[in-house]
């Protein structure tokens, strides 16, 4: 018993440090923006309406419009290359970039923009025979004669799960997208479809 709640206690920390850590940086963003920038929108304000007080909020509106600038460089080359070259500068700081490459890697996973990491929804049979569980094909693999699909399963909200190799033959291909099985798993199985439809051999 003691060793299921150690197991349980571990389990809980995993789940929570993301959350609270990211909560947290969030908060810190949004408190520094606010400070930073509200004086500057106030002053912009009071100038073409004098007599206006502050008001509150500006920075954090400031705030959410470099989110939104960001995600917008982002998705374009020059943008990319302009943030890649600042994770290049980040990742040289050090104790840092391991708080910095933990974060990102757990975000990056499920980022509406990573086409990478997974590629396709699979059904697997796991924990046990008989049993089947939702997964994503990270790639495939040759071993010997054998093609494998690494199928990443999470066993306990999205961020924790285990990695399988399974033999090509023994892995169900749905027609599902990595949205929609996020959705599904993020939802308890509340959002699950009454018909799991199989992709088509040959598609």
Known sequence: MSGNIKKSFLTGIFVLVPLVVSVALLLWFFRNVDSLFSPVLDGIVQTLFPGTVHIPGTGVL??????LV?????RNVVGKRLLDALDRLIQRIPGYRTVYSTIKQLTNAFSPENTKSF???LLVEYPKEGSFALGFRTMTVQEGDRRLAV????TN???LGEVLFIPEERTIRLEMSIE?????LMSGGIAAPRDLRRVQPGT
């Open 151 to 154: 199928v990443y399963v999470p």
């Open 119 to 121: 590629k396709e929804v």
């Open 70 to 74: 960001l995600g917008t460089l982002a």
């Open 180 to 184: 929609q099985a996020v959705r599904l």
């Open 62 to 67: 400031a705030g959410l419009i470099i989110i």
């Open 157 to 159: 909200n999205l961020y």
